[in-house]
């Protein structure tokens, strides 16, 4: 079965299921030097939600160490703030449940809204909606937070990201998932 779209473009039929050997030609080169994916489940036990300041929570789902990346997913847990702070590197996020803005910006974010943000540029993040905002992000370098008079508090990146995760992994008797690290 072909699947024609409203551009009059054809995927081509896929009725087979079953693992078709794709040829490729540097296909020694890849199994050599190349890695591979990673799955992490939706179970606490693949990734537990591990406390990010007072009613937030982070559920940590890849670290990848060589370009300074990390993904996770940001649990405001009721209305609240994330303080003002600036990417250093490319953020994309998916709104998954409730709703977020930026104070500086217009718009609301709702259930499959996306989100992409540039380096450099300040923010607040906020969540009016009474139960909160879950958002998925994929984050490149560190993260620069600020207090209220705009002075630098903390910078995290990667690493803060993978000790914020063992250590409570530590702290809780809870195996570290080598799934997480790409």
């Given at each position: ?8 473009l ?13 040829p ?6 890849i199994?050599?030097h ?19 300041g ?5 559920r940590?789902?890849?670290f ?5 990346f ?8 009721a209305?609240g ?11 994309v ?14 718009w609301?974010?709702?259930?499959g809204?996306?989100i ?12 009016d ?5 879950k ?18 508090v ?5 690493w ?17 998932n080598?799934?997480l690290?790409?």
């Amino acid at each position: 079965m072909s699947v024609v779209n409203e551009q009059g473009l054809t995927a081509p039929p896929s009725t087979a299921y079953k693992i078709v050997d794709v040829p490729e030609l540097y296909k020694d080169v890849i199994n050599r030097h190349g890695f591979r994916g990673s799955f992490v489940g939706g179970s606490e036990a693949e990734s537990p939600w591990v406390p990010f300041g007072e009613g937030a929570a982070i559920r940590h789902l890849a670290f990848d160490t060589r370009h300074n990346f990390f993904s996770n997913i940001l649990w405001i847990k009721a209305n609240g703030v994330v303080g003002t702070h600036k990417h250093r590197g490319t953020v994309v996020m998916v709104c998954l449940e409730g709703s977020a803005r930026y104070l500086e910006y217009e718009w609301v974010a709702g259930p499959g809204s996306f989100i992409f943000e540039p380096p450099g540029v300040a923010h607040t993040l906020v969540t009016d909606h009474p139960e909160g905002v879950k958002l998925f992000g994929w984050m490149q370098g560190p993260i620069e937070f600020y207090d209220d008079q705009g002075g630098f508090v903390e910078s995290l990146d990667v690493w803060w990201y993978i000790n914020h995760y063992e250590t409570y992994c530590r702290e809780h008797g809870l195996a570290v998932n080598p799934e997480l690290y790409l």
